[in-house]
């Protein structure tokens, strides 16, 4: 028996078996009784393209955004190739991920999920052309995503297929035909025929190595004799086969079709087969559509018919004399609108041979491949129909035999609460509050207790009882919980531009969690629940004479290494070892792999803290200026140098400080930025787009800040909420213009405004 390989696909790039000299007619005996080596023996196939390494590596993306994002792209291009097909080596994508292939000669595009790409043994339909597009786009909010190209096929031009003399009796009769109930077999270059609305197929047995794709509608080929190939919806791969390969009258395959790209199996989308004869007459006359070579380039594997005589039959074997050469291997032989037989060898002479489709041996194998049940297979919330064995291999959820995928049956399910009532459904199909993925409706979750503030007094309670603020479903009460603190989040500055030597274009920004004055940052984590990530959709630059926190930022070193000012770091507070705005810099780290970070890499970690102690003054809050002129508090927590204007950052992590009645809070943040061309190009701590010095916005009463970014300090002419030594230096640095003697005593009268 030849069974299918779980594993590989093997694709043959040459003729099996060179013709024997022809067997003379009267050699054989009228009652075609006859050995199999009495007889021109050939295998019809005609394996079609070559297989070549083309290894393309995507390396692990991430998707930050809340939207499907293309994170991978490449062309694949063959030239000279007539078309190409794509095999995987490895795919990996979290849920909502799928790879799309797009044909950049005709535009057909080919979408493959998780469970898709196991329906199709992570290999790609047919695509026409030298180029395909492979992309892989990521779910939201995503990490694990990435794929490897391992093998390209492809059938270079020109091809110069020649039919021979085998098969073909006289001058070419075959004319061309288009059934909807014969297929092409692709990679092995035969023929397949539908027998039942269970989308079950013949073919000979030499046709079954490596078979895997069954392709309807076959367009004419080119020119050059290179294959054309049919729109994805039109090619079906095969989940399961099995036959012989026993020489004439003992060569015999059956195949079970999966579904094409849009969930169609071949009779949903076609409505006919032909179905099997219970009898097989040793004369009369049958026909074959078939899709042999042909020296017409055009019409060469693709559909053609001819009829004609049946010479005779014996227990096993049908002879007669209709044009067949290679490709044709597997056609059916029709009478009488029903299948008698299956082609699979030819002769010099005008006599070729088929195996009876009433062969015990041969039904056996029918029935058995045939009565495979499959049914929905889920990997992740992607499914499939599959046979159950390769589901389970492919590591996917089979959903019983029978079973399709009709109305999304692996989307995760979780409690539905319509009123105080809870269910288990589907998010799409909750219509009320959906609890959550994985969720249930133990303990009467849609009646739920929470934290209920009455002032500054805590209780649990349902909402219906509560008297005040209710919280939400499992909130607690502890130290703060009424207090007025909330936590703000987190924010950027974009402080310039190709800051660093580094030969491509870079900015770089500081990252800052926003807290109220008097407020503080004590640590930044990851645990099981909360990931700490700082992440680039570029990479980061990194000096080698930097480390991954302030406190490898020697500041001894500027002068002779001024781009360390610029390494990418993590922090509180401070900008360097010394301290810098502080006294001193006491900032510690414990449990993180910076590895990936100091090489440009993103740094991600669920376990692992850098903190200080709540007596360090680093974490006390400070006033700062956004990116959107916002005069804010908060703490420095990183210092970043991206590469890129097309680069997309993301930070999140578990924040913990002291509010001002010394009770520790502790909220999770997350943050998405890029670059905007927004920056401090003269370093007064006012972006340019809110900087008058930079001809931005307006200024109506001349203090040199813009009024929408202007602070309730008159003499803040630096726009840092403060009027001190720096806004003296400027007023000093540009004497005359603008600044006067009413700005100098402006300045002195306003000193100490906005300290804290």
């Not at 924010?491 to 274009?505: A, K, M, N, S």
């Not at 440009?600 to 850098?610: A, I, N, P, V, Y």
């Amino acid at each position: 028996m030849i069974s299918f390989s779980k594993q590989c696909v093997v694709l043959m790039t040459g003729i099996i078996v060179s013709l024997a000299q022809p067997v003379l007619a009267e050699s054989l005996d009228s009652s075609k009784d006859v050995s199999n080596d009495q007889l021109d023996q050939h295998t019809l196939n005609w394996p079609v393209g070559e297989l070549e390494e083309h290894r393309i590596a995507s390396g692990p993306l991430h998707n930050p955004a809340g939207e499907p994002q293309v994170v991978f792209s490449r062309d694949i291009e063959v030239r000279g190739a007539g078309w190409l097909r794509i095999y995987f080596e490895d795919v990996q994508m979290e849920d909502g991920g799928f790879v799309r292939m797009t044909s950049l000669e005709d535009g057909e595009v080919q979408e493959l999920d998780a469970a898709s790409l196991l329906l199709w043994r992570n290999s790609s339909a047919y695509f026409n052309g030298d180029t395909v597009r492979v992309e892989l786009i990521a779910a939201p909010a995503t990490f694990n995503n990435s794929l490897i190209v391992g093998k390209v096929a492809m059938e270079m031009v020109p091809a110069g297929h020649n039919r021979g003399g085998c098969g073909i009796c006289g001058p070419d009769d075959r004319v061309p035909s288009s059934v909807d109930w014969a297929a092409r077999m692709m990679p092995v270059g035969c023929s397949g025929t539908i027998y039942n609305s269970s989308n079950c197929f013949v073919t000979a047995g030499h046709c079954l190595g490596g078979a895997d794709t069954l392709q309807f509608n076959v367009p004419d080929s080119n020119s050059n004799c290179t294959l054309n190939n049919p729109p994805v919806a039109d090619q079906f791969p095969v989940i399961d086969l099995d036959g012989v390969d026993g020489g004439v009258g003992n060569d015999y395959g059956a195949m079970l079709a999966g579904t094409n790209n849009i969930g169609q199996t071949p009779y949903e989308r076609y409505g006919v087969y032909m179905p099997l004869a219970n009898s097989v007459p040793s004369s009369g006359t049958a026909s074959v559509n078939g899709y042999g070579v042909d020296e017409e380039c055009v019409r060469t594997q693709t559909q053609q018919y001819h009829d004609g005589p049946i010479t005779g039959a014996n227990s096993d074997t049908i002879f007669f004399e209709i044009d067949i050469t290679f490709g044709n291997s597997g056609s059916s032989i029709i009478r009488n609108g029903e299948i008698i037989g299956v082609v699979t060898h030819c002769s010099g002479s005008c006599e070729n041979y088929g195996t009876r489709i009433d062969l015990n041996a041969f039904e056996s194998v029918m029935a058995q491949v045939c009565a495979i049940e499959t049914g929905g297979c889920c990997v992740g919330t992607s499914c499939a129909i599959l046979t159950q064995d390769d589901c389970t291999n492919g590591g996917g959820t089979y959903l019983g035999d029978g079973s399709n995928c009709n109305g999304n049956p692996c989307a995760p399910t979780g409690g539905c609460c319509v009123g105080t009532s809870c269910s288990i459904t589907s998010e799409a199909d909750c219509n009320g509050s959906y609890l959550g993925d994985g969720s249930n409706c133990n303990g009467n979750p849609c009646d739920p207790t929470g934290a209920c503030c009455v002032g500054s007094d805590c209780s649990n309670t349902t909402q219906a009882d509560c008297g005040g603020t209710w919280l939400g479903a499992g909130t607690g009460c502890g130290a703060s919980t009424c207090s007025d603190f909330q936590f703000q989040g987190l924010t950027h500055r974009i402080i310039g531009t190709d800051l660093v030597d580094d030969g491509e274009f870079t900015w770089t920004v500081n990252v800052y969690a926003i807290l109220n004055q008097g407020e503080r940052l004590d640590a930044i984590a990851g645990d099981a629940n909360q990931q700490k990530t700082i992440t680039t959709s570029t990479s980061f630059y990194q000096n080698p004479f930097g480390g991954p926190t302030s406190q490898s930022v020697n500041p001894a070193l500027f002068d002779t290494f001024p781009d360390l000012r610029y390494d990418s770091y993590v922090t509180i507070g401070c900008l360097d070892s010394s301290g810098d705005p502080f006294p001193e810099n006491v900032l510690s780290d414990i449990g993180i792999d910076w590895n990936q970070f100091e090489t440009g890499g993103d740094l991600s970690t669920g376990d692992g803290s850098w903190f200080i102690t709540p007596d360090d003054a680093q974490g006390d809050a400070q006033a700062f200026t956004d990116q959107d002129c916002n005069e804010l508090h908060g703490v420095l927590v990183a210092r970043l140098t991206v590469r890129g204007t097309s680069a997309q950052v993301h930070m999140e992590a578990l924040f913990q400080g002291k509010e001002t009645n010394g009770d520790t809070w502790q909220e999770s943040a997350a943050l998405d930025f890029s670059y905007d061309g927004s920056l401090d190009c003269n370093g007064n701590g006012v972006p340019d787009d809110c900087d008058i010095s930079n001809g931005s916005s307006s200024d109506d009463n001349n203090n040199g800040i813009p009024d929408e970014c202007e602070s309730t300090c008159d003499g803040d002419y630096n726009g840092d909420g403060s009027t001190d030594v720096g806004d003296l230096l400027i007023v000093i640095a540009d004497w005359g213009s603008p600044y006067d003697v009413n700005d100098l005593l402006i300045v002195i009268a306003d000193w100490g405004c906005g300290a804290p």
